[in-house]
């Protein structure tokens, strides 16, 4: 990992980075893919590699992409009603197939000197738009990443934190909106928001370093349905808004608050769009590489791959001190690991706990200060600094209705993918997951989601901090709008989504 080895349960330590497996574990790996994804498969269901580099060594992960067969559908993110950015989901044209090695860093750029495939020299501009392609197939190379970035020493000055404004940095925002969903906008925002937290000049961080570091970010981000860059820059923007208040504010310090800006932007980097049962019961790599919880396992590596990349480039936490720099590493880590579900009943009963001595204490007057949580609590603020990055991971339905509507399609439709892809390889169904082309099976999905694991997490995080409680309702305000009776008119509804053709496939039915 680079600064900080993950530990397996039994405390050894999990090298996430470099080394690699000898080849014959890779031979190995290999052919439990092969098994698992069978043969004679048609031209339509030609399965997707995505490559991913790590320091000198190179493994691939194989998955089938049920979007060639027209299977699943990209809901309408931004209103262009049948057009997506994902290449073959309503086209039904195969993906391409991903290379590794030398026949991927052909699709890049060589040049040091940043020069196109024509032997031109590339505009800012080109640079963004062969980031955007590359992001959909597969993780970007950090090093080529760098030396693009390298030969424009002129970053500062095509960005900057006074472009936007901090007061439309608001719980209104629509990220979706075209002029928002866009990269100069939202690498502008996020050094605003920087900016007015202080931390661009207590860290002397320069608007070069951090672009250096926004843009790496976002070139490791997979183009899935929901955990992709903008929800990634949402779960940021989030946390920005929750530390900002000042009764959350004031419980943190300043290493605090950068370390959940970092975490909040890391935290699903390179997601597959699947969740950690499917990784563990299709043997996918990944799970033969970590320790449980593999996906967040896997973002914290290459979090730390990022912040600690030996060309120096991304210069974000050069200006702490060890021991400060040791504390915002953990602080990453536990931020990091803490959006992992499995955890989310334990933060969610911690909590409980402090809210329910928050109510006693407000109904006896005592100060904010004194009866929630305590800056000069190492404890505190490690529990504290968990609860905002994974509360704003869960955030999409506090944010206004169209927005909610529109991650939660996302979520939906990954789900909906896992289920179908599960069926396919016939391996243990996620009963959960079923019947998501269906309005019902969505709406029944949505309503459990929202009543038993958003709503208590938001509720308690709403009581303790006043500031947060107009989120709360928002959160309740989804729940109520879910009508039985007329779930045509219900704006949640994904539409488009295909019955699973695998197995069997109503409400009634059994699977």
């Not at 993110?77 to 195969?94: I, M, Q």
């Not at 052909?106 to 000197?113: K, T």
């Not at 590339?122 to 959909?136: A, H, K, P, T, Y």
């Not at 990954?414 to 996620?430: R, T």
Request: net charge negative; hydrophobic share 35%.
């Amino acid at each position: 990992m680079g600064c900080i080895p993950s530990k397996d349960s039994s405390g050894g330590a999990v090298t996430p980075g470099g080394g690699g497996a000898d080849d014959s574990a890779k031979k190995k790996a290999a052919n439990k893919r092969a098994n698992l994804e069978g043969e004679g498969d048609d031209n339509e269901s030609q399965k997707r590699q995505v490559a991913f580099t790590r320091r000198s060594s190179n493994y691939t992960r194989s998955v089938k992409q049920l979007v060639n067969e027209g299977l699943v559908l990209q809901p309408e993110f931004n209103g262009a009603s049948g057009t997506s950015d994902r290449k073959g989901v309503l086209t039904k044209e195969p993906l391409p197939t991903t290379m590794s090695g030398s026949g991927r860093d052909s699709m890049r750029v060589q040049s040091h000197d940043t020069k196109s495939s024509r032997g031109e020299k590339m505009s800012m501009e080109e640079l963004m738009q062969v980031s955007d392609e590359e992001r959909s197939n597969r993780r970007a190379d950090m090093k080529c990443t760098f030396r693009h970035l390298s030969s424009y020493p002129d970053l500062n000055k095509m960005f900057s934190e006074t472009e936007v404004k901090v007061e439309d940095l608001t719980w209104d925002l629509d990220c979706f909106r075209q002029d928002r969903n866009e990269q100069k906008w939202q690498i502008n925002a996020t050094l605003a928001m920087f900016h007015s937290l202080g931390l661009l000049k207590r860290y002397d961080i320069s608007t070069e370093s951090l672009v250096y570091f926004l843009l790496t970010v976002k070139l490791n981000y997979n183009d899935m349905a929901f955990h992709n860059w903008l929800h990634a820059w949402s779960v940021m923007h989030a946390s920005w808004l929750m530390i900002s208040a000042p009764d959350v504010g004031e419980c943190l310090t300043e290493g605090d608050k950068l370390a959940i800006m970092l975490a909040a932007v890391c935290h699903d980097l390179d997601h597959p769009g699947v969740n950690n049962d499917f990784l563990a019961k299709s043997k996918d790599p990944l799970s033969e590489r970590y320790a449980t919880p593999i996906l967040e396992r896997h973002h914290l590596a290459m979090t730390m791959d990022i912040l600690c990349d030996s060309d120096q480039r991304v210069k974000v936490v050069h200006g702490l001190d060890s021991e400060k720099h040791k504390e915002l590493m953990v602080m990453i880590e536990e931020a990091i690991m803490a959006t992992d579900m499995g955890v989310h009943k334990s933060i969610c009963e911690e909590l409980q706990v402090r809210a329910e001595r928050v109510a006693q204490a407000a109904a006896a007057g005592t100060p904010l200060k004194e009866r929630s949580f305590s800056r000069d609590s190492f404890e505190d603020r490690v529990f504290l600094v968990r609860s905002i990055v994974h509360t704003a991971d869960l955030s999409g339905q506090a944010m206004p209705k169209e927005v909610a509507y529109k991650f939660g399609a996302g979520v939906l439709t990954e789900f909906h993918h896992q289920y179908c892809k599960e069926a396919q390889l016939s391996l243990p169904l996620s009963g959960w997951m079923k019947d998501l082309d269906l309005a019902l099976g969505q709406a029944k999905s949505q309503l459990g989601f929202i009543t038993f694991v958003v709503l208590p997490l938001w509720a308690s995080m709403g009581t303790i901090f006043t500031s947060l409680k107009p989120q709360v309702d928002r959160v309740q305000s989804r729940m109520e709008e879910i009508d039985f009776d007329n779930l045509d008119k219900w704006g949640g509804f994904v539409r488009g989504l295909q019955p699973n053709p695998y197995k069997g496939g109503s409400l009634d039915g059994i699977i």
